[in-house]
T-cell receptor, first 112, second 112 residues
Framework: EDQVTQSPEALRLQEGESSSLNCSYTVSGLRGLFWYRQDPGKGPEFLFTLYSAGEEKEKERLKATLTKKESFLHITAPKPEDSATYLCAVAWGGGSNYKLTFGKGTLLTVNP | SAVISQKPSRDICQRGTSLTIQCQVDSQVTMMFWYRQQPGQSLTLIATANQGSEATYESGFVIDKFPISRPNLTFSTLTVSNMSPEDSSIYLC?????????FGSGTRLTVV
């Protein structure tokens, strides 16, 4: 059973059409939830870290929110350059040897 | 944040051969991590490389298949040995950044 599930797997938007990506998790002892952006042929690029339910972070057209069971990445008025795969990861477990588990990602395509 | 240089960026290899991937970090870090990203799958942790000690491998990964070197605090290598087409993936190194990770640009490996 997947511990981190992202939906949808793929999302196609028109430029300016706002939407949200979802990341749900079932791990216990959440230490933090991360959103990354990954462009083709590149490594993941860090976007946000969220630590507790109710927390929100914003960066340009992106806004990340966190509840006790899921996180949303809201994209407002997206542009074609926002096209990428968005990855969610959760750090969980006790002590210094926490685990980092990734979802499979959402492939976002924004058409002009 | 740390900057990671990873090479090669891509390679096409014959089955049965080995490929060594290098990661250079612009600052000293205690831990370096190696991930595999198979097509359509999550990033999966292969092993943790600590300087001065043996690497710690995750379930499903063994040292004979993925030997790792960590000669100093800024450099590590991962070798993919006796390759088969199933080893075709993107391989990524990463270092801790706060509670999250910073990633290299990845090595896209195709085994034919």
């Amino acid at each position: 059973e997947d511990q981190v599930t992202q939906s949808p797997e793929a999302l196609r938007l028109q430029e300016g059409e706002s939407s949200s990506l979802n990341c749900s998790y079932t791990v216990s002892g959440l230490r933090g939830l991360f959103w990354y952006r990954q462009d083709p042929g590149k490594g993941p690029e860090f976007l946000f870290t969220l630590y507790s339910a109710g927390e929100e972070k914003e960066k340009e057209r992106l806004k990340a929110t966190l509840t006790k069971k899921e996180s949303f990445l809201h994209i407002t008025a997206p542009k074609p350059e926002d096209s990428a795969t968005y990855l969610c990861a959760v750090a969980w477990g006790g002590g210094s040897n926490y685990k980092l588990t990734f979802g499979k990602g959402t492939l976002l395509t924004v058409n002009p | 944040s740390a900057v990671i240089s990873q090479k090669p960026s891509r390679d096409i290899c014959q089955r049965g051969t080995s490929l060594t991937i290098q990661c250079q970090v612009d600052s000293q870090v205690t831990m370096m991590f190696w991930y595999r990203q198979q097509p359509g799958q999550s990033l999966t942790l292969i092993a943790t490389a600590n300087q001065g000690s043996e690497a710690t491998y995750e379930s499903g990964f063994v040292i004979d298949k993925f030997p790792i070197s960590r000669p100093n605090l800024t450099f590590s290598t991962l070798t993919v040995s006796n390759m088969s087409p199933e080893d075709s993936s993107i391989y990524l190194c990463s270092v801790p950044q706060g509670i999250g990770y910073t990633f290299g640009s990845g090595t896209r490996l195709t085994v034919v």
